[in-house]
């Protein structure tokens, strides 16, 4: 997992999501690396500087120190955006897992590290943010914004939440198998769903966290035919 996060003069929220438990994503852990965005010249400010000290010191133990890199940026607009979007770039983790941790650091920088992220394609983008006065957080899956709409995604995750075979769903949609099952390896793009092998045989699909707030976001609901 690479963690992105711009920061400010304040570290508690991004340590409170690198410790945070979720349904399929642990904290920090081994092989994760971390990317911190901060303005150029940031020394200068000596709360700055302090709040990625104490980050460094909590992370690098875990992931080592190598892999915590800090990004300085110009505050400029377009250059700020691409030296943001190549730094995810060089630095996606294998598993191609991105947390964007958006509670802290100058409001230029947090849009910024958003525009860059809608710009990164084939990867699992989860972002979060913190509420100032830490009662809780949202955390969205940024892919289920970015996938197209698509009647067809749409019968097939409820076919999926239905516990239907891809046959069966192929039999309603009146479409072959293997149309459905290219349909689903492109919603596998958008992490709308997720391929499992048990015992080595064909992919089994299902649906996941992303697909289902897919369904919200186009407005759509799951019937019985």
């Not at 699992?124 to 698509?150: M, W």
């Not at 949609?173 to 064909?202: F, Q």
Request: net charge neutral; glycine share 6%; charged share 30%.
């Amino acid at each position: 997992m690479l963690v992105v996060f711009p920061i400010g003069f304040d570290e508690k929220f991004i340590v409170r999501a690198l410790v945070r438990k979720r349904e399929d994503v642990n904290g920090l852990e081994p092989g994760d690396k971390l990317l911190a965005i901060v303005p150029e010249s940031y020394h200068k400010e000596q709360r700055t500087a302090n709040a990625i000290s104490s980050i460094k010191n909590i992370a690098s133990p875990i992931i080592g120190e190598e892999h915590f890199v800090i990004l300085e940026v110009p505050l400029n607009g377009e250059e700020l955006v691409v030296r943001i979007i190549q730094a995810i770039r060089d630095n996606l983790t294998n598993d191609r897992l991105v947390l964007a941790v958006l509670s802290g650091g100058m409001r230029p920088l947090i849009v910024s590290t958003l525009l860059a992220l809608l710009s990164i394609q084939d990867v699992r983008i989860i972002v979060e943010s913190d509420f100032e006065n830490l009662s809780g957080h949202i955390s969205l899956e940024l892919e289920s914004f970015l996938a197209p709409s698509n009647r067809r995604w749409v019968r097939i995750i409820c076919g999926l939440l239905g516990g239907k075979s891809v046959r069966k769903i192929s039999e309603e949609l009146g479409v072959s198998p293997a149309t459905i099952s290219n349909e689903l390896k492109e919603m596998a793009k958008y992490y709308l769903v997720k391929a499992e092998k048990p015992d080595g045989r064909a992919p089994k699909y299902r649906a996941t966290k992303a697909g289902k707030l897919y369904l919200k976001i186009k407005g759509e609901e799951c019937y019985e035919d």
